[in-house]
Structures are given as C-alpha cells and as structure tokens.
C-alpha cells in the first residue's frame, strides 16, 4: 500500500500522560500536514511542513503539542500531559510541491482516546 | 480564506444523481472551490476541484456559478459507496496546503 500511514489507529491514554503518534507520507511527498478532528466537527488544521521545515502552526497548537520531521520524510505529532479535551482522531495528510500539488492525500488517523 | 455554507444533510435514491450544493458568497479572486468527502472512519478523500470553469473527472462534475458565489458537485450515478460527509472549501492558490473544513453535508444514499 503506497498511501500515508498512521501508527497507531486507536491509542487510549490516562490524563497526564504523554503520546506520540507517527506518520509515513507517501513517498517523495515533500508537504505533510496534521489535522485534528473531534466528533461531528470537519478537520482542523494544526501544523504543516515542507521537507523538515515546520512552516506553519495553527493557534490549536498549544505549547503540549510538538511535531518533528527529522530528515523530511516521516514525522511524529507528540502530545505532553495529555488532558481529556485532547481526544479527538489525529489525521496526517500528504501533498506533492511538485507538479500541479492539488491534492492532499489523507491517512485513516490515529483515535485518541483520553481517559 | 472564505467561508462556505453547506446544508447539513441529503438524501438521494442509489442510482440518482446527488446535487451537493455549496456558497462561497466572500470568494476572492484568487481562491479555488474544492470538494473533499469523508467516508465514516477515514480520512477524507479528494474529489475535484475548479477555479471558475465547470470541471469533470471519474468521479463527480463541478458546477461553479459565473459570479462564482456558489457551485454543485454532482455525482452522476449515486452508489450506497458514496454514503459520506461532503466538504466544500475554498482555499487560495489551488494548491492543497492547509485545508479550512466546514461542517459538511451529510450525503445519505438509500435503496
């Protein structure tokens, strides 16, 4: 399967505790971006980056949240101190700078569940 | 970016074509009309997009109005497999970089 890759697809956490959730874009995807979306609300965008670059954070991202890039290729959302208002499903997308770049490829998400 | 507006819900008979309406009355210029749908428990997908003229590809047409303040995705021949959340979002630049989703409308396809 050649598409974006999330680990885990279900994480269940006590508050306090910390998370980190991965993700593998499509190959040579240099653009990957997280989303977060809770139950009955579209996706929201929380960061974005082009190759290892974090170009772009949204408000959302409160100084718990960290995300990386290392080496441009996959990345990893980490969540410190996790508090019940972080569950919600995490999801990863990836785009091609390259070419046209008109479409932004979705993972399937990682459900977090804050307990 | 605009804003979009979106009926919350829709129901269409399988095999009808689904008529999926959307405003975008602030639009500027330089701002696209893109179409995205998200099947229950994944991510969302890509269906088209357009900047003023009508577009067609495999899986839906997109309709935008001369003024451009709104447009209709149509899915010719709707299946049980196109059930799902449609999003419509305007973004800048025609590119797929930080999408802004709204709410949606609930498509629901019944026998």
């Known amino acids: 399967d050649t598409g974006v890759s999330q680990d885990p697809r279900h994480k269940i956490t006590k508050r306090g505790q910390n998370v980190t959730f991965r993700c593998d874009p499509i190959?040579?995807?240099?653009?990957l971006y997280w989303y977060r979306q809770t139950l009955g609300q579209g996706p929201e965008f929380l960061t974005y980056?082009?190759?290892?670059?974090?170009?772009?954070k949204s408000r959302l991202l409160s100084d718990r949240f960290s995300a990386e890039r290392p080496k441009g290729s996959f990345s990893t959302l980490e969540i410190q101190r996790t508090e019940q208002g972080d569950s919600a499903m995490y999801l990863c997308a990836s785009s091609s700078r390259t070419g046209a770049d008109t479409e932004a490829f979705f993972g399937q998400g990682t459900r977090l569940t804050v307990v | 970016d605009a804003k979009t507006t979106q009926p919350p819900s829709m129901d269409c008979a399988e095999g009808r074509a689904a008529n999926l309406p959307c405003n975008h009355s602030t639009i500027s210029g330089n701002e696209y009309v893109y179409w995205y749908r998200q099947i229950h428990s994944q991510g969302p997908q890509y269906i088209i997009h357009?900047?003023?003229n009508n577009e067609t590809n495999e899986m839906a047409s997109l309709i935008i109005t001369e003024d451009r303040k709104s447009s209709t995705l149509i899915l010719p021949h709707a299946t049980l497999r196109d059930t799902a959340v449609y999003y419509c979002?305007?973004?800048?630049?025609?590119?797929?970089?930080?999408?802004?989703f709204g709410t949606g409308t609930r498509l629901q396809v019944t026998l």
């Open positions: 980056f082009q190759n290892e670059a974090q170009l772009e």
């Open positions: 190959s040579e995807h240099n653009r």
């Open positions: 979002i305007v973004t800048v630049g025609g590119t797929a970089s930080k999408l802004t």
């Open positions: 357009g900047l003023k």
